[in-house]
């Protein structure tokens, strides 16, 4: 039997050839019940003598249908499925009777449709199944306007028919059967007469002690955070060399290092008392055009042969979440994005900018629930407990202009590609600047490196990701928080929120500590303690992910904690704060600081003008010796035409009325 790809499914020159092809199922309609046994008796053809009496014709005593009857079975493979899966039982008889009635020794359809009678006495079941090629790539060929996959083939979805009750419960399988024209509309269909489902390496994983003894190379050399940072700096630029290519501090050890943090998260996590909704890493990077972003993370997953990786553009919401399909006679399909279709696997979306502000709101309820449900025409509930990795360049999302992250003054804000509530739902945000690289780096052989590493190679890389995503992690005793790890999770999580907490980039928030316990988890898988089924935790790992995260946030790429101290500044007002700002502004020459502020008790903006009315005081005068030294407080801010006040002034207002 031939083996081809999906998109060939549709060449003429397949059209009734027996064709095997791997594929995802990604929509499943309602089963159908399709007559595939009759029973067809026929009581004969009368005709008239010369005597005018009735007899009947003598052809008709040489047909098998004619007395008795017959039973005619359907094989799997009879093109008459194609006419007859969608058909009613009245529709079915009387197609069955046309095509029998050709066969008859007379092949007088409209006389022996009049005898011929047929009984159902079997049924085959046929389950309408939306189909994908098993890919790890799916791009957008601006050439030929259309997604096509690592092989440069079309990747698009057909309609199949799979005959019998068969287990569709696997990720993949290999289809054995004949492409076909459905008769109502003339698109290639596939028909499926024979199922086997397809495992993958995960799926075929053993953790034998060859392997054992080779991920023990993973281990750190002792059980201190610098030890587990070596160990990590190692992994990342072993990687760099062997797999990616794509060198330069920022890329391998917070781009790349993320990814493999990503690689490295469970599909569920048992903390404080109770499995979180999400377990598995959420991960955006976003940087400068040509920066080697996109093509490190391909280069991994094309190396490891373990995660897809899926351009935002091409895919959309539909291609990402579900989609509802149209299969015949009304009836819809609901069809299953890459997102659900990879849970427990990885999923990296780039051009993620592409993404409309309604998309990303949509695929954050999803991402946060570790389930997708569709609540429409149809209904239907999925599992989507991914590892996902989007990869973004720049983008205003009030004016859709494109931008560089050198427009921005802390660079953290070019993350902001979405809404607020979407942007806090991802664990860790890295930045990629023009200039994070040297020319040198960039134009580094890979000859010049890949043999200074020993380990780990693909291979060690390979087998660490099945060991990762094999473990049983539905299982709460396979977590295992070493010397009060989960309360050094807590004390981490309270720093990270004094240090980074920002009400315009709100990703360490209330729910830090859930983000601190995911990184956590994802380290001790990346760089173990042991090597065996569970998750061992230390108060070490959980440290290292602070440090981690202050190198990420304070790499002046990102610029996150300068961006975090500014808003501090102009939002939170401390006792000790209080007191210095009372001071400073009563210490305003003629007392006009305290006049100058109550201007904003019931204005948010205030003219320019009307201050220096206020005040009595010349424009010039207002603007070069009192309104700096409320502006260096972090009391108002600039605006057009005047100034705004600022929540740290609420604040101050509100303690003064209520002293007052």
């Not at 389950?127 to 790539?137: C, E, F, G, L, T």
């Not at 024979?194 to 023990?216: G, R």
């Not at 065996?532 to 304070?554: A, C, F, G, R």
Request: hydrophobic residues 35%; neutral net charge.
């Amino acid at each position: 039997m031939e083996h081809v790809h999906l998109s060939e499914l549709e060449y003429a020159s397949n059209a009734g050839k027996k064709l095997e092809v791997n594929v995802i199922i990604t929509g499943k309609g309602e089963a159908l019940q399709v007559p595939s046994a009759f029973y067809c008796q026929c009581t004969g053809y009368e005709i008239s003598t010369l005597n005018g009496q009735k007899q009947i014709y003598d052809g008709c005593k040489g047909c098998p249908f004619y007395g008795q009857g017959k039973t005619q079975t359907l094989q799997t493979d009879d093109p008459l499925y194609y006419k007859i899966i969608h058909q009613t039982n009245e529709q079915v008889a009387a197609t069955i009777k046309r095509h029998l009635a050709a066969s008859t020794p007379i092949g007088i359809y409209d006389e022996c449709r009049k005898s011929l009678r047929i009984e159902f006495i079997d049924i085959v079941l046929v389950r309408p199944v939306q189909i994908a090629p098993k890919v790890s790539k799916i791009a957008y060929d601006n050439d030929m306007s259309k997604a096509v996959d690592e092989s440069g083939r079309e990747y698009k979805e057909l309609l199949a028919y799979v005959v019998g009750d068969c287990d569709l419960s696997m990720p993949s399988y290999t289809f054995h059967g004949m492409p076909f024209s459905r008769p109502a509309t003339q698109e290639v269909a596939f028909w499926v007469n024979n199922v086997t489902a397809d495992h993958d390496l995960v799926d075929n994983f053993c953790l034998t002690e060859t392997i054992k003894s080779e991920l023990e190379h993973f281990l750190p050399t002792e059980p201190t955070v610098k030890s587990i940072d070596d160990k990590f700096n190692a992994i990342t630029k072993a990687v760099t060399c062997k797999m990616t290519n794509i060198y330069g501090k920022n890329h391998e050890r917070h781009a790349l290092g993320a990814a493999l943090l990503t690689y490295a998260s469970p599909k569920e996590l048992y903390f404080d008392e109770q499995f979180l909704p999400r377990a598995s890493l959420n991960i955006l990077i976003v940087g400068d055009t040509g920066q080697g972003k996109s093509k490190m993370i391909d280069n991994l997953i094309s190396s490891l042969g373990l995660g897809i990786m899926v351009n935002g553009g091409a895919a959309g919401r539909t291609g990402m979440l579900y989609n509802l399909d149209a299969v015949q006679n009304k009836s819809r399909m609901l069809r299953w994005g890459v997102m659900p279709l990879n849970t427990g696997r990885l999923v990296v979306v780039d051009e993620a900018q592409r993404f409309s502000i309604e998309e990303w709101a949509e695929m954050t309820r999803a991402r946060s629930e570790g389930k997708i449900e569709v609540h429409r025409s149809k209904h239907g509930e999925h599992e989507m407990k991914t590892r996902l990795l989007f990869i973004a360049n720049p983008k205003d999302n009030r004016t859709g202009q494109y931008r560089q992250v050198g427009d921005y003054v802390f660079r953290i804000e070019a993350a902001k590609i979405m809404n607020d509530q979407d942007l806090r739902r991802f664990d860790v945000v890295v930045i990629i600047a023009t200039g994070d690289a040297s020319v040198d780096e960039v134009n580094r052989l890979r000859a010049d490196n890949v043999d200074r590493y020993d380990f780990p190679t693909v291979e060690n890389m390979r087998n660490w990701v099945c060991w990762v995503w094999s473990k049983k992690y539905h299982q709460r005793d396979i977590f295992v928080y070493h010397n009060k790890a989960e309360e050094k999770i807590v004390e981490v999580s309270q720093r990270l929120i004094s240090k980074y907490r920002a009400d315009g980039i709100p990703l360490l928030i209330e729910d830090t500590k859930e983000k601190v316990a995911r990184l956590s988890a994802a380290i001790s898988n990346l760089v173990p303690t042991t090597i065996d089924d569970k998750v061992h935790i230390t108060p070490q790992h959980v440290e290292w992910v602070e440090m981690w995260l202050n190198s990420n946030y304070s790499h002046p790429s990102s610029a996150f904690d300068k961006y975090a101290a500014k808003q501090r500044a102009t939002t939170t007002l401390s006792e000790t704060e209080y007191d210095t700002v009372l001071n400073e502004v009563n210490g305003l020459k003629d007392g006009c600081g305290m006049v100058l502020i109550s201007q904003f008790d019931d204005n948010e903006v205030v003219a320019t003008q009307s201050l220096a009315e206020c005040t009595g005081l010349k424009i010039s005068t207002l603007q070069n010796n009192y309104l700096p030294v409320l502006r260096n407080l972090g009391l108002i801010r600039s605006r057009k035409g005047g100034y705004a006040r600022t929540p740290k002034l609420v604040k101050f207002l509100r303690q003064q009325n209520t002293m007052n």
